[in-house]
């Protein structure tokens, strides 16, 4: 697995925006949610992700499709597919 | 102008995530943002925006470029195009 590549489009005090990009073949590495966020698929995908025990488990993403999820996630995500994955992480600072 | 599409996709205590559709015609209605929020376009598109004042200006949006602002813009949006315009809001709270 080669690194995806991720691309920082907003920093500010508030919030910071990271668009992910995983051509075939790659992953984003594990990494632990330091802070809260929202996910922004801009590809509807299916997104191949391993839990810190391990445990590998499939996830589809779609276009358009937002989700929230709380700091503390520890994932590894990769691309098992034929086509790019894309999507941006908007992650929240300052909340308490 | 008849009112633009607003569904919200997020909802928790520290975000909030609202899809607009703003179909060719249609418009947002003037509003003033109580939150920092970063917008998410779906779409490349060109939006007629309306400040408080009334002056009337032309933003290009570009599909997955994300951008930020501060609480406080006080604006309306309109559709004065042939295509719809489609972007995620994604609204700040418990900011301080």
Known sequence: ???ARADIQVDTPEVRVTEWR???GSSTGRHVHEMDY???PIT???MTVFAANGERSRARIDAGKSYFR???VDHD???????EIVFLE???KDQG
Request: glycine fraction near 4%.
């Open 38 to 40: 929202v996910i922004v």
């Open 22 to 24: 995983l051509v075939p």
């Open 44 to 46: 509807t995908s299916e």
């Open 1 to 3: 697995m080669h690194p």
């Open 90 to 92: 908007i992650e929240l």
């Open 77 to 83: 995500v990769h691309n098992e597919t034929t086509s």
């Open 70 to 72: 709380k700091a503390g």
